[in-house]
């Protein structure tokens, strides 16, 4: 088994720093978008890789680029006082709209 980690592309609140760093929920910026479609260029995910991804906006999009082609399952590792941050981030409609994966919703503990 391999275990990859990649950081999640150029954020939002980098933009216009350091004054934007306490933004909540900042998605990737177009320049953090491109660093994804570079990425997809370079790496190699096969049909039962699973994408675990931390409960931020950025992260989530970064996972969602990366998998954009592919039929993977995407697990957003959350703990329970992150649930209502999520939530609020992204519309029930923006997570219903990936069917070709699975989002596992996970609370250790």
Do not use: W
Not at 50 to 62: K, M, N, Y
Not at 85 to 92: A, D, L, T
């Amino acid at each position: 088994m391999d275990i990859t980690f990649i950081r999640h592309g150029h954020g939002e609140h980098l933009i216009d720093y350091p004054n934007r760093l306490n933004e909540l929920h900042p998605g990737l910026t177009e320049l953090g978008k491109s660093q994804v479609t570079t990425l997809c260029k370079q790496l190699k995910l096969d049909p039962h890789d699973v994408i675990l991804v931390s409960p931020t906006r950025r992260t989530i999009e970064t996972a969602l680029l990366l998998t954009a082609e592919e039929h993977l399952t995407i697990v957003l590792l959350l703990v329970q006082e992150c649930f209502l941050r999520i939530r609020s981030s992204f519309p029930s409609s923006v997570i219903r709209s990936i069917p070709r994966r699975s989002l596992i919703l996970s609370s250790p503990g």
